[in-house]
């Protein structure tokens, strides 16, 4: 008998969930890269703040934060690539760092969730028209299903951490080091 304990072995579902994230981190990196060269190259900070004026509070913070916004998210789509590669050669930090980056998703989707009720309102308060009673209806169609679509990714998003922090995955990262 060894006198070193045996690694778990490991699993199919940390494969192919840190696979399925290491395609999608890398493909977001690469989209973000690009948005922000053509952001840092190609538009002027001026028209961002000039075009601000007269939106609702949380469009004028994010015209006038539009560079860091996207700066932002390229940040964030490289901590996931690097964490997806982790997560597949079973660091326990990527174990972890998965569990707040699938938390964050949830918060984003509940706040998606405020911000589409909330900006459609204002910004049809802000129209000198009302709306035609079938864009009302269309408007409508289309918060139901990203509510949905929304809902059913915050259940995903939840049973995958309720799986990270299982006893049977977290054995997988414990003996790694």
């Known amino acids: 008998m060894s006198k070193y304990a045996q690694p778990s072995p490991r699993s199919t579902f940390v ?15 690469l989209v973000s890269v690009l948005q922000s060269l053509m952001v840092t190259l190609f538009f002027d900070r001026m028209n961002w703040q000039a075009s601000a004026q007269g939106h609702p509070a949380l469009v004028d913070f994010m015209l006038q934060n539009f560079r860091w916004i996207v700066y932002s998210f390229t940040l964030v789509a490289l901590f996931t690539l690097i964490s997806s590669i982790a997560l597949l050669k079973r660091k326990n930090w990527a174990r972890w760092a998965f569990v707040v980056i699938l938390s964050l998703g949830i918060l984003w989707q509940l706040a998606g969730f405020v911000l589409q009720f909330t900006m459609l309102e204002e910004f049809q308060q802000m129209s000198p028209v009302s709306p035609d009673e079938g864009v009302v209806r269309m408007q409508q169609a289309v918060q139901y299903f990203s509510l949905t679509f929304g809902l059913v990714i915050i259940a995903l998003f939840a049973w995958l951490i309720k799986k990270l922090l299982s006893r049977e995955i977290a054995a997988e990262f414990s003996l790694v080091t």
């Open 15 to 29: 494969s192919v969930l840190a696979w399925i994230f290491i395609i999608g981190a890398s493909f977001t990196l």
